[in-house]
């Protein structure tokens, strides 16, 4: 099957976040699917099966949205029935009408990436495909800039710069501990700001 460089490019950028293509059709509740494209998330994302179709004209012919639609029902109402816990995303790629996009939405959850009007190399020689990162930016890992003292390009450390926009109440060791801890997650954030907390509260306690 011929499919577009959008697409194409889709999937790679998929693929690139970790996710992992699933061989089609496949079986759910005795019900054979098949779709141009499906893809699993990795490990911190293995609830989200996401579905793409290309809606480019591709040898004559354009998909239509309604049989689509049909589809991915299907395949949802068989998802109920064996009780999974997956997580639908349809991706479409080109060209789609807004009352199809809110209809399909209706059964999933709807991504759209407009095709390319032309595949153009950046000034480093590589295709850009930042805006389809930020089309199907839901899908992909959230990646922070890492936290480092001293100046950044800003001129400014990362400390600096949430100092200037914070309280001046605000407590710079408290500051840079949870600065430092968010390279480790969400949980290590947590942690620690409970630390400061329990602290806090035992100081109290030996204060009065």
Known sequence: MTVSPTFQMVISCLKGAGYQSVSTPFRVASVEFDFPA??????????????????TEQMGETPNVKRIRQKVEALGRALDITQSKLVLTAILVGNAESNEVDELAETCRVLTVEEAQQD???????????????????????????????????????????????????DKKFVEDILLASEHGEEAVVDRFVQTIERAILQEGQDN
């Open 38 to 55: 499906a893809l699993r998330g990795d490990t911190k994302r293995s609830n989200d099966l996401v579905l793409a179709f290309d809606l």
């Open 120 to 170: 153009v190399p950046d000034s480093s020689g590589t295709d850009d495909t930042s805006w389809i990162s930020d089309r199907i930016r839901v899908l992909l890992p959230l990646v922070l800039p890492r936290y480092t003292e001293g100046p950044q390009i800003s001129g400014l450390s990362a400390l600096d710069e949430l100092k200037a926009t914070a309280e001046k109440s605000l």
